[in-house]
């Protein structure tokens, strides 16, 4: 059975930081990418930063860049989501996923993610 879990959300003061991780279960992780993707309340589920098993290349949209930092550790099959100087808007529950094997899709296309997580509840306050 596949099971993505998300851990490390929680309360944090506006630049303050977090590190979620995220643990992959019962799937051979090969040639696939993982990714981040966040939903606040009343929003879209927005896609944060993305990575491959293989390789480890990593992408960050502009809107993420220089605050979140995706990376993983092959070898106890996590991917992990480094957050600095958080701000309100980053409020969100965040999900990790996975595509299939071979996957080269765009990143950020929600359709590509075959697994997800139950999400973890990110809170910043002022």
């Known amino acids: 059975q596949v099971r993505l879990v998300e851990s490390g959300g929680g309360s944090v003061q506006v630049g303050g930081s977090l590190r979620l991780s995220c643990g992959v279960h019962g799937l051979t992780t090969s040639d696939r990418a993982m990714a981040w993707f966040r939903q606040a309340p009343g929003k879209e589920r927005e896609f944060v930063a993305g990575?491959?098993?293989?390789?480890?290349?990593?992408y960050h949209p502009n809107s993420m860049k220089g605050r979140f930092t995706i990376s993983l550790d092959s070898a106890v099959n996590s991917v992990y989501l480094q957050m600095n100087d958080l701000e309100l808007e980053d409020a969100a529950t965040y999900y990790c996923?996975?595509?299939?094997?071979?996957?080269?899709?765009?990143?950020?296309?929600?359709?590509?993610?075959?697994?997800w997580g139950q999400g973890t509840q990110v809170t910043v306050s002022s």
């Open positions: 996923a996975t595509t299939d094997v071979g996957y080269f899709g765009p990143w950020n296309a929600r359709e590509g993610y075959i697994y």
């Open positions: 990575i491959r098993w293989i390789g480890g290349d990593t």
